[in-house]
């Protein structure tokens, strides 16, 4: 059980990016990588931000410590915000068009 609490604020950035990254690139109007592709981007993003929040120090802004879920619910924001941000990336990137 312990090595799941290791792992699980990465998990919950993993899945906040996974989810919101295709939703992003898809409302910009852009194809960007597909949807398998804008998944594992956002999964990317997702723990690589939640990663950077806990690197500078930010791992505990709603009150973690005190509260176990709402350590979960930034988890999740930490990579929502990763995946967005990528989504917004893949999201101006235009599906591949044929050559004229």
Known sequence: M????????????????AVLAPLVASLLGGKGL????NVIAGLVGGVGVGAGAQAA??????????????GYVQDLLEGGVGGGVLGAV???MKGKTPAS
Do not use: C
């Not at 312990?2 to 990016?17: E, M, S, T, V």
């Not at 597909?34 to 592709?37: C, D, F, K, T």
């Not at 120090?57 to 709402?70: F, S």
């Open 57 to 70: 120090g930010l791992g505990n802004l709603l009150g973690g410590d005190t509260n176990a879920i709402m």
């Open 90 to 92: 893949l999201g101006f």
């Open 2 to 17: 312990d090595q799941l609490q290791q792992f699980l604020p990465y998990i919950l950035n993993g899945a906040g990016g």
């Open 34 to 37: 597909g949807v398998i592709g």
